[in-house]
T-cell receptor, first 114, second 113 residues
Framework: DVKVTQSSRYLVKRTGEKVFLECVQDMDHENMFWYRQDPGLGLRLIYFSYDVKMKEKGDIPEGYSVSREKKERFSLILESASTNQTSMYLC?????????????FGPGTRLTVL | AQSVTQLGSHVSVSEGALVLLRCNYSSSVPPYLFWYVQYPNQGLQLLLKYTTGATLVKGINGFEAEFKKSETSFHLTKPSAHMSDAAEYFCAVIPYGNNRLAFGKGNQVVVIP
């Protein structure tokens, strides 16, 4: 089975802190994604990566950056956390070789910024 | 850009009754279609997907969905709701040749005993 893990299930940070959210997948997937989930808004794509060191902005990249130094790991960085970044963050990965590009999701990190 | 519409953010259904969640999409090219379920405090789990072939797709936990190209719809059904079906359900679309999922806003399903 595909496994996508996220470094923390719950995280509490203070305004202005630098925050790292880590995601690791074990199925050699080329594509990795970061979403945030908010009530009534569904899932919104922050950034994605289709290869090591490659990244593309999603729909809401402002206030975020990403890093992909190894194929299995994709990090989301909040340079200076703000209260409006309190949310659930979901990581996903997919294999480029399949025609439907099904995405597999991690358990999520619920981030609270005080 | 593709968009996905799910009406009714909260859906209440009696235990044993039909579950029907509607999904309509807009896509300029033939899409691949997905339904995901999210149980409390968990990530998303794939319920079912349509790629090609038979338009009626069966998934896990007794759910099924039918792709209707003429109606640009992919509605999810289950004949008899169970208490364990209480969760949030998301419809998602990937146009052919793309790798970005577009999600609907989700339906929070409550099952009434």
């Amino acid at each position: 089975d595909v496994k996508v893990t996220q470094s923390s299930r719950y995280l509490v940070k203070r305004t202005g802190e630098k925050v790292f959210l880590e995601c690791v997948q074990d199925m050699d997937h080329e594509n990795m994604f970061w979403y945030r989930q908010d009530p009534g808004l569904g899932l919104r794509l922050i950034y994605f990566s289709y290869d090591v060191k490659m990244k593309e902005k999603g729909d809401i990249p402002e206030g975020y950056s990403v890093s992909r130094e190894k194929k299995e790991r994709f990090s989301l960085i909040l340079e200076s956390a703000s209260t409006n970044q309190t949310s659930m963050y979901l990581c996903a990965s997919s294999f480029s070789g399949t025609k439907d590009n099904e995405q597999f999701f991690g358990p999520g990190t619920r981030l609270t910024v005080l | 850009a593709q968009s996905v519409t799910q009406l009714g953010s909260h859906v209440s259904v009696s235990e044993g009754a039909l579950v029907l969640l509607r999904c309509n999409y807009s896509s300029s090219v033939p899409p691949y279609l997905f339904w995901y379920v999210q149980y409390p405090n968990q990530g998303l789990q794939l319920l079912l997907k349509y790629t090609t072939g038979a338009t009626l797709v069966k998934g896990i936990n007794g759910f099924e969905a039918e792709f209707k190209k003429s109606e640009t719809s992919f509605h999810l059904t289950k004949p008899s709701a169970h208490m364990s079906d209480a969760a949030e359900y998301f419809c998602a679309v990937i146009p052919y040749g793309n790798n970005r999922l577009a999600f609907g806003k989700g339906n929070q399903v409550v099952v009434i005993p």
